[in-house]
């Protein structure tokens, strides 16, 4: 049974634009979040947002073209994605856990994960 599911990835030119969905039972109110991993590298942070309010965090190679956004009623994240680069091309994994940790960007402490959605911006 998988906890989490992404949709919206593709292919696009770079400048453009791209919006990534997640939904699924480990749909968590506290904390959902993005991650994303390039052939031949570590899994990096990306983004999360904290509920039950909307504070969000971002990884400095995004901030200011990427927004977090959820739906608690539909149980869905989406993570909004502008002027993307060839540099974010990667497969891109939500993920979720039940209480907010200070060291929010590392992989280890999500409890819940996604199967993951390409997102491809040629050179």
């Known amino acids: 049974q998988v906890d989490l599911v992404e949709s919206g990835g593709g292919l696009v030119a770079a400048g453009g634009s791209l919006r990534l969905s997640c939904t699924g039972r480990?749909?968590?109110?506290?904390?959902m979040g993005w991650f994303r991993q390039a052939p031949g590298k570590e899994r990096e942070f990306v983004a999360i947002?904290?509920?039950?309010?909307?504070?969000?965090y971002y990884a400095d190679s995004v901030k200011g073209r990427f927004t977090i956004s959820r739906d608690n009623a539909k149980k869905t994240v989406y993570l909004q994605m502008n002027n993307l680069k060839p540099e974010d091309t990667a497969v891109y994994y939500c993920?979720?856990?039940?209480?907010?940790?200070?060291?929010?960007?590392?992989?280890?402490?999500?409890?819940?994960w996604g199967q993951g959605t390409q997102v491809t911006v040629p050179s």
């Open positions: 480990a749909f968590s109110v506290p904390v």
């Open positions: 947002i904290r509920g039950p309010g909307t504070q969000t």
């Open positions: 993920a979720s856990r039940s209480i907010f940790n200070v060291q929010y960007w590392r992989r280890i402490h999500y409890t819940s």
